[in-house]
């Protein structure tokens, strides 16, 4: 079983890392394989709205799309994996911009044929729901303000996860992030390990549900 990570902040040693990081210990202790992509270290280019990728190539699981750089590499790996963990800032209402631009570009996950301009593209390979991901999201409002202020990120990943038939099992906002305490961060950081195990632990059942074929997918370490 692989779970993937994506950290949409700047920050490597902040506290959206960190609990992004205790979100896939609590997925390795429960032996998955885990791995985590940094996005301020990964050359993603802005989405120029082509559409290229999107609707062409059908067969592919991926579509082609004309900039050169790691979104190809990253997305191979994506469709490989069983589980995902995003973490994002609150930048101003939204997810920060390095999680915005990933996002963006993950459309090369769908297709959806030029005769059908202006309806959604679909998944180019179906995950039917067995595929699980958990959210995190980190602001300086306090817990209070989650509606306000983290609600509208949760909303991003969410307005692309269904597409992709990705089906999210956990939401942590962790709020006051420039103030809190030792102890209450600690709290989180505990909460955040258990979204880990809880992850795997959904994704194990959706395999489980869709039958023995699927099970035989996964590669539990």
């Known amino acids: 079983m692989l779970v993937l990570g994506f950290l949409g902040s700047p920050r490597l040693t902040g506290i959206c890392s960190k609990l992004l990081q205790k979100t896939l210990d609590g997925a390795r202790s429960r032996g998955a394989e885990i791995k985590r992509y940094d996005l301020i270290n990964c050359n993603i280019k802005f989405c120029r709205g082509c559409c290229t990728c999107f609707v062409n190539d059908p067969e592919l699981p991926i579509g082609k799309c004309p900039l050169n750089d790691d979104m190809q590499t990253i997305l191979e ?14 930048y101003d209402m939204f997810v920060s911009a390095l999680m915005k631009r990933f996002l963006e570009r993950k459309i090369m996950l769908t297709y959806r044929p030029k005769e059908d301009y202006g309806r959604i593209p679909g998944p180019r390979t179906p995950g039917h729901f067995t595929k699980k991901a958990s959210l995190i999201v980190t602001g300086n409002a306090s817990d209070e303000y989650e509606t306000a202020m983290g609600e509208p990120c949760f909303d991003a990943w969410q307005a692309h996860l269904p597409i992709e038939q990705v089906d999210t099992v956990d939401q942590l906002y962790v709020g006051g992030v420039e103030t809190i305490s030792s102890e209450a961060l600690s709290q989180k950081l505990t909460r955040a390990f258990h979204n880990g195990v809880h992850l795997v632990e959904e994704i194990t059942k959706g395999y489980k549900a869709d039958g023995p074929g699927e099970q035989q997918q996964m590669q539990v370490l």
Do not use: H, I, L
């Open 77 to 90: 790996e994506y469709t490989r994996a069983d589980g995902y963990v995003f973490a994002s800032p609150v």
